[in-house]
Structures are given as structure tokens and as C-alpha cells.
């Protein structure tokens, strides 16, 4: 049996491991463009930043390696031209000497990856892309002779992974982004945190703006303005590689992937396609996705090869998960996010928390900010997302493993997750939004977000903060009335209205005033996620997001 795989990286190079392990005596050639085979492309950026400073460090395997260990036949430098499907056989073309020869298959993978998009804008040849070991080299040459500033062109994962980077290095920096908010799988109140993070450590930040054109030390926008960018790197985004799949007649999906079956097997049964050149199946909802990140890449690489060599497989619908060092800020995210499942007409309920990481009493406690998207009837789960310091991770990974297992919102209440200070509290993050999940779908409370506070404003509700005098001082919601929590008793003949809306600073408090009111015989609904999510939303004044302050418990 004669296995040939396209692209020696994530999907192909897991594909052709797993394969030997199954099958001792298959011939396995892996076919790969360029000239290094199972790197790390994920680390890329930081060796543009210099932070990962030897190149060697990602390059994980070689072909001697590969062959020594697994009796894989890799072949770098060769690129597959054109795939005969009707006579089971390959093109392929030596790229250093341009000899050219055919291969024959049994069973051919896929695994070509993505390519970046390019936008067709004058003076677009002086951007750089940022996809492979040769992408880096020639940024770094660029980034070694000193330059003043660079221009990203693109605000998503790459683009600030790159702009992060590039501050690194001491250039000044600047994203344009054409949407109106960086990182497109967060929502806005939760991106907001992120470009406050980007501009705090020195890089702008314009949105809502395309580039126009680049010319020689500077980037041109619509409105004339011009952002000095000695270095241009754009990264607004990659499309699945499907030529090779065209070439062969395979049928492409509705997103533009390769289409494959719940195997990953291409509409040519001996044809498999995996990683980002393949179109997935959305766990949400079962339409046809495109996400192109490691993990997925390298499990169906996994599964493939399990197929092939007849062993029992699993179809594996994708929930999305990802996440991104922005600075000091960790931001996570999985399943789907508001703007997607309003585009899609689809119900939801959420709620915003603003945990510590760990116990507030227990030193360098960060607060994180928490978002739990899900089913106003059933609970379940439709995304997460979080932004913060210490723990994001372990919490997104929490409810990625959630949505995956069926666990509903107010079930995570019930996860018995590791607790001492240092790590978590006995309340931790993950179980407090399934306290607030089973509040809201209970109909103990009634949440409204931050950006229904002023449509509640217009209809009569009046706000009232139920935190601190001094916290009051500090900044508060405009139209808003101090109430300190504790007062409310005392004061209640002040209140100047039955519908209410009570706010605190993270939600905690404003839910405690929102019960007591209520049995008093108000109508009163809780801003979810307090004042913090309001004042970091899209259009109200920024303040600091620092460590978590002893009197901020609520
Ligand atoms: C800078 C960067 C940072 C990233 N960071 C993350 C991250 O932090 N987390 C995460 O989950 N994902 C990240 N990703 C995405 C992740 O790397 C991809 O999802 C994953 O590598 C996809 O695997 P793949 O096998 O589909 O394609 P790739 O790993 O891209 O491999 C495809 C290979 O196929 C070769 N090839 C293409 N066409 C041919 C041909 N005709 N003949 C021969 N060879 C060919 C290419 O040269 C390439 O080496 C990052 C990607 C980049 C570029």
C-alpha cells in the first residue's frame, strides 16, 4: 500500500506518523513544497520578535529524522503540481533542479494548508505575509536593519501576534483594521479589552479603516491619512489551499474547503483532505466550517490514517477553540460568539463575570473577564469567551470540554474542579457562571447587557449603583443615582421609580440589590457583569483593568 500525503506539517506529518504506527509495512511519501517539513508555525511570530531567538528551535523534525525513526520517505522542495485522480497518480516537480516525475497512489491526503490573503492594493508587493519559516526569514532580515515603524495590515490572531512582536523589537507599530473592533471571534465589549491592552503597551490601533495603498515608508488610507510603516505585514486572514483539489475535480465546499465526509474523505474515495485546506462540521449547528487551527489539523490527520488502515474512527465536528497572547493579556475563546448566533437568528441568554483568578486574598490575583453564551431554553452551552490574565485558559479549556461532553451552562455549578488559593477559589470562575446561568434560566433574575442600559434609560428605568460612594466617585454609568448596597434599607424612600436597573462594579453586588429590591416590590433588572463591562465597551471612557483590588469583591 502506497500512501502519499501533500504537505509535510501539521495535518500531513501527523497523518504519516500515525500511519507507520498502524502499518509497518506501508510506503509513505510526504511531498512538501518548501524546504522544511513538521515545524512549528505557531511560533513563528516570536521569532520575528526574537523571543524564540534560534530558528532550529521550531524546526521539529527533519527528513533523516523522519525516516530514521519512521521509515518516512520525505521529500522537501517538491511541490505537487497537479493530481490525476482518474489514473490514481501525482505531478510532482523538484523545485531546486525542476526535474519533474509522477508518483502513483493507493490512498492520497491532503494537507496543503491555507494561503494568506492577499488585497489587490497598489504597492501590495512591499507587504509581507507571515505563513512560513521562509515568511519569517524575510521579515527578520527587514526587522534586523533598524526600521522606525511597521504597519499590520489586519487585526486578527497573527496581526497582533506580529504586532506584539514587532513592539519587541522597539518599532513602533500600528494595526489597521477594517472591522470595527480587533479579533473577530471575540465579541465587542470583550475585543474592546483587547485593544486597550495593545495601545497601553505602544501600539495604535485604527479600526474600521482599510489600507488604500502602501507606498514607500508609509501606508495611505481612504481619508488620506498616511501611518509611517518602514515594515508592512499583512495578515487579514487565509483561504483554504484547494487547487490541487480543483485539479483533481473534487468537490468544494459551500465555504470554499475541500469537501470531505464526516472521515475526511474527499468526493474521490481514495482522496482524503485534512487541516485548513478541508472544510469541518460545526458542532453548533452541523453547517460546513472553515477553521484553520493546529489542533484540528493534527487530529484529523490522526483519523485519516486511522481509516485508511481500517481501525474504527469518529467524525469530529469542531467547536472552535482558540487563543492568543496579547501582551500581558490571555484571551480565549470557544463555540460560537453573539454576533454569529444573532446573525443567525439563533436564541440566546448570556451572562458576563469578572472573577479573580485565584483567591483575592492570595497574592497576584488577576481579574479576568468571562462571557457564558447559551440557550435561554435548554442551557446549553453556545460559547465562551475570556480575556484576562492567569487561569483564561484552564477556564475556556473548562467549558471548551463542556460543550464537548453536553454539559449544560447551569450544570457547570456542579464541576468539581481543583481548588486551593494559589489556583482557583472554592467558587471557582467556571462554577460562578453556572450560579449565574441557573439565576437567569431559573428566572430568579433578569439580566440586561451593557448595551441595552440607555433603551432602559429612555423607557423610565432609572440606574441605580449599588457600590461605594468612592467607587461611585471614581466613574459611573451617566444618569445613574448612588445607592451604597448596604443603605437600600435605610434609604429606600429615595428611589424615585419602581423600574430599576442596579449595577455594581462586576454584577455581585447589583444581583444581591436586585433580589432585595424585588421583595420590596420593585422591578428591577441587574446589569450583567456590573459597571466593568460597561465602561469597556465600545464607546464608554476606558480605566484601568489592573490586579484585582481587595474592596472590588463584588
Ligand atoms: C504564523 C502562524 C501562527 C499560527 N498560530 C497558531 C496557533 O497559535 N494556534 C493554532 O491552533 N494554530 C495556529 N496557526 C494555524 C496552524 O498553523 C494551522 O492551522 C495548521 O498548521 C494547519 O495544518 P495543515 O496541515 O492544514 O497546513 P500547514 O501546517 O500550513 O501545512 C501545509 C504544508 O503544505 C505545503 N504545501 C502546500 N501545497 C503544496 C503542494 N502543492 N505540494 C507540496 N507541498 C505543499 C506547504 O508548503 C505547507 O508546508 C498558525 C499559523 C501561522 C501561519
Known amino acids: 500500500m502506497r500512501a502519499v500525503i501533500v504537505g509535510g506539517v501539521a495535518g500531513g506529518m501527523s497523518s504519516a506518523t500515525r500511519l507507520r504506527r498502524l502499518d509497518a509495512g506501508a510506503e509513505i511519501i510526504v511531498l512538501e513544497r518548501s524546504g522544511h517539513v513538521s515545524y512549528a508555525n505557531c511560533g513563528l511570530p516570536y521569532l520575528v520578535g526574537g523571543i524564540i531567538e534560534d ?50 497512489y493507493d490512498a492520497l491526503i491532503l494537507s496543503p494548508g491555507a494561503s494568506p490573503v492577499i488585497p489587490a492594493i497598489p504597492g501590495i508587493e512591499r507587504a509581507f505575509p507571515l505563513r512560513t519559516v521562509e515568511d519569517v526569514e524575510r521579515i527578520t532580515v527587514v526587522v534586523e536593519s533598524h526600521p522606525r515603524s511597521a504597519v499590520i495590515i489586519g487585526g486578527g490572531f497573527i496581526g497582533i501576534e506580529i504586532a506584539e512582536n514587532l513592539r519587541h523589537r522597539g518599532i513602533a507599530t500600528t494595526i489597521v483594521e477594517a472591522a470595527s473592533q480587533v479579533l473577530a471571534p471575540l465579541d465587542p465589549e470583550m475585543a474592546q479589552l483587547v485593544s486597550e491592552e495593545l495601545i497601553c503597551h505602544g501600539v495604535e490601533v485604527i479600526l474600521g479603516t482599510s489600507v488604500a495603498a502602501i507606498t514607500d515608508h508609509d501606508v495611505e488610507l481612504p481619508d488620506g491619512r498616511r501611518v509611517p510603516g518602514d515594515v508592512v505585514v499583512v495578515a487579514i486572514g487565509v483561504r483554504p489551499d484547494v487547487h490541487l483539489a480543483r485539479s483533481a475535480g473534487l468537490a468544494i465546499g459551500p465555504r470554499g474547503g475541500i469537501a470531505v465526509d464526516g472521515y475526511n474523505r474527499t468526493s474521490d474515495p481514495s482522496i482524503y483532505a485534512i487541516g485548513d485546506a478541508a472544510e469541518k462540521i460545526d458542532a453548533l449547528d452541523g453547517s460546513a466550517t472553515l477553521v484553520p487551527l493546529a489542533n484540528i489539523a493534527n487530529r484529523q490527520g490522526r483519523v485519516v490514517a486511522d481509516h485508511i488502515a481500517g481501525r474504527e474512527t469518529r467524525v469530529i465536528p469542531t467547536i472552535g477553540t482558540s487563543i492568543v497572547k496579547v501582551f500581558d493579556l490571555v484571551v480565549a475563546t470557544t463555540g460560537w460568539n453573539e454576533k454569529r448566533l444573532r446573525g443567525a437568528g439563533r436564541p440566546m441568554a448570556m451572562v458576563h463575570a469578572h472573577p479573580g483568578s485565584h483567591a483575592g486574598y492570595y497574592p497576584g490575583a488577576e481579574r479576568m473577564a468571562l462571557k457564558l453564551i447559551f440557550d435561554p431554553g435548554t442551557g446549553e452551552i453556545l460559547g465562551a469567551q475570556g480575556v484576562g490574565g492567569e487561569g483564561v485558559d484552564k477556564r475556556i479549556d473548562v467549558l471548551a470540554t463542556a460543550i464537548r461532553g453536553g454539559i449544560t451552562a447551569p450544570e457547570l455549578a456542579d464541576l468539581e474542579l481543583a481548588y486551593a488559593p494559589p489556583f482557583g477559589s472554592a467558587k471557582d470562575p467556571v462554577n460562578m457562571l453556572g450560579y449565574m446561568a441557573e439565576n437567569v434560566l431559573s428566572g430568579l433574575c433578569e439580566p440586561v447587557q451593557w448595551n441595552e442600559v440607555t433603551a432602559h434609560q429612555l423607557r423610565g428605568y432609572e440606574v441605580i449603583d449599588v457600590r461605594t460612594r468612592d467607587e461611585f466617585d471614581r466613574g459611573h454609568i451617566p444618569g445613574a443615582r448612588s445607592l451604597p448596597l448596604d443603605e437600600i434599607r435605610e434609604r429606600i424612600a429615595e428611589i424615585p421609580s419602581d423600574h430599576l436597573i442596579a449595577t455594581c462594579q462586576v454584577g455581585i453586588r447589583g444581583h444581591t440589590a436586585t433580589l432585595l429590591l424585588g421583595e420590596l416590590g420593585f422591578k428591577v433588572k441587574n446589569l450583567d457583569g456590573g459597571y466593568q463591562t460597561w465602561v469597556h465597551s465600545p464607546g464608554a471612557q476606558a480605566i484601568d483593568y489592573g490586579v484585582l483590588a481587595p474592596s472590588e469583591e463584588g
Open 55 to 104: 530558528e532550529e528551535d521550531l524546526l521539529l523534525q527533519t527528513p533523516e529524522s523522519l525516516h530514521e525513526r519512521f521509515r518516512l520517505d520525505v521529500r522537501v522542495g517538491s511541490e505537487v503540481t497537479a493530481v490525476r485522480s482518474s489514473e490514481c497518480v501525482v505531478d510532482v516537480t523538484e523545485l531546486e533542479s525542476g526535474s519533474a516525475y509522477e508518483l502513483s
